[in-house]
């Protein structure tokens, strides 16, 4: 009686989200036909893309027709979030190595175009599938760089890109039996994707399979309950598939064998309807251990579990992942060298940009100031101009790489930025000439009194012995 309840309420929900989900699907399709911006119809046949999560052949159909517009437009960041995208959909059919692939095409081009959001979903793509390949070392490699552009950056959604960082990482800790780093990962991951109103069924069953490890079953329970309303309220079948399988595992432990089967076929089930071979091989091993020797049933999902296995883990694709990863790495060693010779050059520049400020500021000061020199107002005038464009161009020396980020390298912006600034430093110039002209005239002044004195009190004798000798010969 339980089952069949639990069937009609299923059926109702799956009808109602159905309902909605075309509801959505048709009005982007109406804005795929009418809109005349190639940009547009690119983003909006991703988020098409996005609502045929649990359809994976219209998923890919779709963000392979984005990725085409997009690369026929030049768009290149449209063609990054379509590489995102299907690798999204290959990690999902667990096909690991298409997805690295992928995944690691969208980086490079998130990372060229300095793309923050770009790069950091690919980030976590590219860590999940190492995850998912249990190379943790490489897995946590990724995650944390994904921690560095998330700290350093505002990004949109940025507590939904916490809350799923945190999970994986969770997920890591708990496979190496670190429960107590693992639940705390878990309960911040909990904590951001409460803020965002997003993930939540995904980070619930993360949280029940650490309070599972920790043999705490009642609060296990609590939380895979909550996940699947929250998976079912959303529509994610690949938070609701993982956690029916989570369940079926802890109804192993509590030796209720009943209904650890019937999670344990749900899960199959949603796994075979989402193609995702990974989950259709542990539900399928799972149902081999709970029937087994009984009626030749446990043979049969043995050779299931057993084929799907051998399709996601041949020696080709091994070959291929290592591939892709050496690959990988010789192009991170590349764009780092590449990172630190800029920065060199960069430090360079500034250091001949303050040293060209610093010479200048002394000559016009030393000529300015100088107490036996006269200089013309021509002569300040002229080196105040160089002086203004080498503080000038220290400013956009300095400024230039936190300019571009802020502008996302928009030529449009950084012209009327640099604009702005040289607007503000023409009027403060004019002051300081104008300051360093009245110094250098009232010097002049001090100069010529001076020497007119000189000349006068030099004068005096001669004109004195002068008239001495007049008055002699007149006598």
Known sequence: ???????????????????????????????VATTKQDTEKVMTLLRLSILNKNNPVSKFSIANKALVLARKIK?????????????DYFINISDY?????????????????????GIVRSLGAVGHVYSTLQNDEAALAYY??????????????????????????SRIYL?????????????????????????????LTDLANVYTAMGNSELAFLYYRMSMAQAKQNNNMAALGSCYLALAKLFIKTSTKDSAIYYAKQALTLSGSRQNKEGLMNSAKLLAQLYENKDNTDA????????????????????????????????????????????EERKHNLQFAAIAIGLITFIILFFALSRSIIVKTKFIEFFGVLLLLAVFEFINLFIHPYLAHATDDSPVLMLLILIIIGAMLVPLHHKLEKWITKIM???????????????????????AEASTGRTEQTI
């Open 97 to 117: 190595p298409q997805s690295l692939e992928y995944n690691l095409k969208a980086l490079k081009l998130s990372e060229k175009l300095d793309y923050s959001p």
């Open 441 to 463: 005239v009232e010097k002049n002044k001090k100069i010529r009194l001076e020497a007119a004195r000189k000349t006068i009190e030099n004068l005096e004798p001669t004109v």
């Open 175 to 203: 496979r190496q039996n670190k429960l107590d780093s693992a639940l705390i990962y878990s309960m911040r991951s909990n904590e951001k994707a409460t803020k965002a109103k997003t993930n939540l069924g995904l980070v």
């Open 300 to 343: 049969k999902y043995y050779k299931m579990a057993m084929e799907a296995q051998e399709s996601i883990s041949s020696g080709a694709q091994i070959a291929q992942i290592q591939s892709l990863s050496f690959t990988e790495q010789e192009r991170q060693r590349e764009v780092n060298e590449s990172k630190l010779k800029e920065a």
């Open 75 to 87: 768009f290149e960041k449209g063609e990054a979030d379509c590489y995102y995208a299907l690798g």
């Open 1 to 31: 009686m339980r089952k069949i309840i639990l069937l009609i309420a299923a059926f109702v929900w799956l009808t109602n989200v159905e309902a909605q989900t075309k509801h959505h699907i048709d009005s982007l399709n109406k804005v």
């Open 144 to 169: 944390f760089k994904q921690s560095e552009v998330l700290t350093q950056n505002i990004i949109p959604l940025q507590s939904s890109s916490w809350a799923l960082l945190y999970t994986r990482i």
